[in-house]
């Protein structure tokens, strides 16, 4: 039981101390494609998206961090949808989950939030925790990564954006 306790305890520290800070990678990696339904079941290519930087969010309507990261992502999105794409990804859920879950966010999010019902985006990008971002440069490679809840208005964040 005690060996159960340090696992989890280690596992908490560090989601803390990762939380709210992007890593950046050594060495850049190209961004996989993929093909997701929105809530209006159009199918959107993710590489549509590219000739922007992009923020790729996962998340979860059963993920506390994931609610409350979504108000200072919709905050960043308006004030910088012109310059940033905003991509979030709801890892196995559909319509059904998300739309009551967003629809009690406020602001009203904007951004495209698309659905990864059965998962398969999401074990392609290897995530294994709720929340995880990326930050996508606008050739498509993945040159950050965070995981746990950002304040996408903090100024750490706003300081790498730039």
Not at 49 to 74: D, V
Request: hydrophobic share 40%; proline share 5%; with cysteine.
């Amino acid at each position: 039981m005690k060996i159960k306790y340090i696992i989890t305890s280690l596992i908490l520290s560090i989601t803390f101390l990762s939380a709210n800070s992007f890593v950046k990678l050594a060495t850049p990696i190209k961004a996989m494609d993929f093909a997701l339904q929105n809530s209006e079941e159009q199918t959107i290519k993710f590489s549509t998206f590219k000739g922007k930087p992009i923020i790729l969010n996962f998340w979860a309507t059963w993920c506390p961090p994931c609610k409350r990261e979504m108000p200072t992502l919709q905050k960043f999105y308006k004030k910088y949808k012109n310059t940033v794409e905003v991509v979030a990804v709801a890892s196995g859920q559909g319509d059904d989950d998300v739309f009551p879950f967003v629809s009690q966010i406020t602001p009203k999010l904007t951004f495209h939030i698309l659905y990864d019902e059965t998962s398969i985006v999401s074990r392609q990008y290897n995530i294994e925790a709720m929340p995880t971002s990326f930050l996508i440069n606008k050739d498509g490679f993945i040159t950050h990564y965070a995981i746990g809840e950002i304040d996408f208005m903090g100024k750490k964040f706003l300081d790498l954006i730039k």
